[in-house]
Each structure stands twice: as C-alpha cells, then as structure tokens.
Nanobody, 119 residues
C-alpha cells in the first residue's frame, strides 16, 4: 500500500541541472523525514540530502551549495534540485521515507531513477 515513486532522472551534461521528484502515498507524509540517496554501480549507497518533518535539511558535503532538497506536504512530494552537475554525481537516485516511533523503524524506498552526467 505504501508507494514511493521517483521521477525526473535522465542524461545531462556536466554543469547542467536536473530536478528530481518523489511522490509518496500510503503514509502520513508530513510526519516522515524524506531523504535522497544515490548508488553508483559497485559502490555503497550514500545519503545525499535529507529534510526532516520540521523542515530542517542536511546535505552530503560534496553536494552542498549545488543541491537543494525541499518538500511540499500538500502534494506529498519531495524534490531534489541538482545544479552544476558533475560526472561523479552519476548514480541511481533513491527516495526514502523514514520514521522512528518508539522502537519501531519505518523505512520505505522508491525504485530509483537514473541520473547520468556525461558529455
């Protein structure tokens, strides 16, 4: 019943921009922290950006100043605006909805969207 669906990936040249979207359903969206992760082939998945239920944000050091995470609770959607893209940003980007209540951890993942930064 819970669905997390990313969109907006594609091929972009170095220095270009791309905006990813992630729509979640089946959860009370406003109380979940929303995060963007990425994983390159053969590499560990890493957290790129996260936005808390209260709107606080944190970013991977290598994307600070280039990426912006935001959320629209009315649309149950989180965004990742990516600017000045670099080849090292190439990865599958995953959206995550996370919540910890008591000792119970809830963690929902999207299917991923491919971002390729190349000339």
């Amino acid at each position: 019943q819970v669905q997390v669906v990313e969109s907006g990936g594609g091929l972009v040249q170095p220095g270009g921009s791309l905006k990813l979207s992630c729509a979640a359903s089946g959860i009370i969206f406003s109380i979940y922290a929303m995060g963007w992760y990425r994983q390159a082939p053969g590499k560990q998945r890493e957290l790129v950006a996260v936005i808390g239920s209260g709107g606080s944000t944190n970013y991977l050091d290598s994307v600070k100043g280039r990426f912006i995470i935001s959320r629209d609770n009315a649309k149950n959607t989180v965004y990742l605006q990516m600017n000045n893209l670099k080849p090292e940003d190439t990865a599958v980007y995953y959206c995550n909805a996370g919540r910890l209540v008591g000792a119970v951890k809830y963690n929902y993942w999207g299917q991923g969207t491919q971002v390729i930064v190349s000339s």
